[in-house]
């Protein structure tokens, strides 16, 4: 996923958490705002509490979600995003491949569209 499609700044997370919309799943909590800007694309920042593991297993987890979103991003726009793991989602996404926490992540998507 290019950098300019990241959320990195805090204050950027800060905008999405008290300012837009939220929906929850069993493992993930997605926050949604439209942006003002009129840049084109969707931006996609990722949070992973201590609770889900280690460095290790919370990198892995952030690396998977990045691989999902890029197939995803293409549908969205002008909207900054905030995908909350919830902490089993890492041991759920160990015995299980990228297309299971495609449809996680798209369950979450299809809730905050509705």
């Known amino acids: 996923m290019p950098r300019a499609n990241r959320l990195t700044r805090s204050r950027d997370f800060d905008t999405v958490y008290r300012q837009g919309r939220s929906t929850s799943t069993r493992y993930l909590v997605l926050y949604w705002f439209p942006r003002d800007d009129g840049e084109p694309g969707a931006r996609l920042g990722i949070a992973v509490p201590r ?62 569209s509705a």
Do not use: F, H, M, S
Not at 75 to 96: I, K, T
């Open 51 to 112: 609770k889900a593991g280690n460095a290790v297993t919370r990198n892995r987890l952030k690396r998977r979600l990045r691989e999902v979103w890029r197939d995803l991003a293409d549908r969205q726009d002008g909207v900054d995003y905030v995908l909350v793991a919830r902490p089993g989602l890492a041991e759920a996404v160990d015995g299980r491949d990228l297309d299971w926490l495609r449809e996680r992540v798209e369950e979450a998507l299809g809730k905050a």
